[in-house]
């Protein structure tokens, strides 16, 4: 063992309870030395389960003299892992290059080879901010954003309860209020701003290409995971695609994707313009591969970013990492823990945000580690019936 590479001296666990769709887990991770960094490991409805798979990397890394940060993801690694254990292996990624960056005094953007811009284009994603799910209500929680906290992009999810394979008539319900709330968030935040449309593949082919025609008024920046890869085919996608394009509108996506591999199946489908992967799921290093592929490819490079703090201030970082990046995802509005735990809200000048160029990532989380998880129950694996909440109808 090498002074740069000091045995993990404890692995600890954030538990917070946000609301009845979002528990965060967060990783505190330090060294025999005293160094520490930080991790995201939230896992929507698998708390238990990420609990458990923290406790096995606790038994598997304390005290021994493994090479870091690559010999402890490789004693994680395993053939056909579960969720769980991915995010728990990337959330302990985040938190070892968090905390080598910290000891060799650069910012995270610098370690991994960066930074190509101090400040990223940046929008707000606000649909679980949005308790009131009427037409108004989305539209005053957008102006909020724009207008006091100084966003000019906005993502809603507007279809509640819409199921491509559900009844006709709800369907149709479902569908013409979620173009009533996409007029209604463009009305509220004019024309210059961008506004972005997540479906959480809740639309059949012919479902998205009526949605586009109905808001082509609306200008939309890109719509999102319109249709699920699992159900359409390449045809589908690009059928949507074309209708978009012809309208000025971007198609969105991936963040599901966990591979280069899925990456070149995505080019290939030659479905989408943007590819938004979660570092959750690829890990830190095979993002950035991602991402760099993706561009290659002639795609637009973006991060899912829908979580906590700590997982947002890694994507801030890897953003300003990346050679070629469009826009970055925030959560906003969710709730004040957000702002609580990073120590105040994001900093935007002229609707950008600063990249922080301190040690690590610039965060240091106000959080109570090795918290116990909440009552069995009480997070939810299941988005059913929860308005505005995940892909489920």
């Known amino acids: 063992m090498t002074s ?31 160094a520490e960094g930080f991790g995201e490991a939230t896992l929507f409805g698998a708390e ?22 690559g010999g402890a993801l490789q004693a994680l690694a395993m053939a056909q892992a579960s969720s769980a254990r991915r995010a728990v292996t990337h959330a302990l990624e985040q938190a070892l290059v968090d905390l080598f960056a910290r000891r060799a005094g650069l910012s995270v953007a610098h370690y991994l080879g960066g930074p190509y811009r ?36 906005v993502k809603i999810a507007p279809f509640d309860g819409l ?7 709800q369907r149709r319900r479902a569908l013409a209020a979620g173009i009533d709330r996409i007029v209604a968030v463009r009305d509220a ?20 290409i009526e949605v586009l025609r109905l808001t ?67 890990g830190i290093r095979n993002g950035m591969v991602m991402l760099q592929c993706a561009v290659a490819a002639g795609m637009e490079a973006s991060i899912h970013n829908p979580t906590g703090p700590v997982l947002d201030a890694i994507s801030v970082q890897v953003a300003a990492a990346l050679p070629s990046f469009a826009i970055l995802e ?7 823990l957000f ?20 040690p690590g990532t610039g965060l240091a989380p106000k959080l109570s580690f090795d918290a116990a998880l909440p009552k069995a129950g009480s997070g939810i694996a299941t988005f059913a019936g929860v308005a505005g909440a995940g892909a489920d109808a």
């Not at 935040?189 to 998205?208: F, N, P």
């Not at 609580?340 to 002229?350: H, K, N, S, V, Y």
């Open 118 to 153: 101090d400040r990223l284009a940046a929008y707000a994603n606000i649909n679980r901010g949005i308790s009131d799910r009427t037409p108004a209500g989305f539209a005053e929680r957008a102006r909020w954003v724009v207008e006091t906290l100084g966003y000019d992009g």
């Open 4 to 34: 740069s590479s000091p045995a993990l001296a404890s692995i600890d666990l954030a538990v917070v309870d946000v609301s009845a769709k979002t528990i965060w887990l967060f990783l505190h991770v330090r060294t025999q030395d005293g």
């Open 189 to 208: 935040i004019g024309r210059e701003r961008r506004l972005m449309v997540d479906c959480h593949w809740r639309l059949s082919r012919l479902d998205a």
């Open 163 to 169: 199921n491509w394979q559900g009844d006709l008539a």
């Open 216 to 282: 082509e008024s609306a200008n939309l920046f890109w719509l999102e995971d319109a249709l699920d890869d699992r159900a359409f085919s390449a045809e589908d996608f690009r059928s949507v695609r074309s209708t978009a394009n012809g309208i000025g509108v971007r198609i969105a996506g991936g963040e599901r994707a966990e591979t280069v591999a899925d990456i070149h199946d995505i080019a290939a489908a030659g479905g989408m313009d943007v590819v938004l992967p979660d570092l959750r799921v690829t």
């Open 330 to 336: 925030g959560q906003v509005g969710e709730t004040a």
């Open 48 to 69: 238990e389960a990420v609990a458990a798979e923290v406790a096995k990397a606790r038994a598997l890394l304390l005290q021994r003299p493994l090479p870091l940060p």
């Open 339 to 358: 702002d609580e735990i990073a120590g105040g809200r994001p900093t935007l000048i002229d609707g950008r945000r600063p990249v922080p160029d301190g």
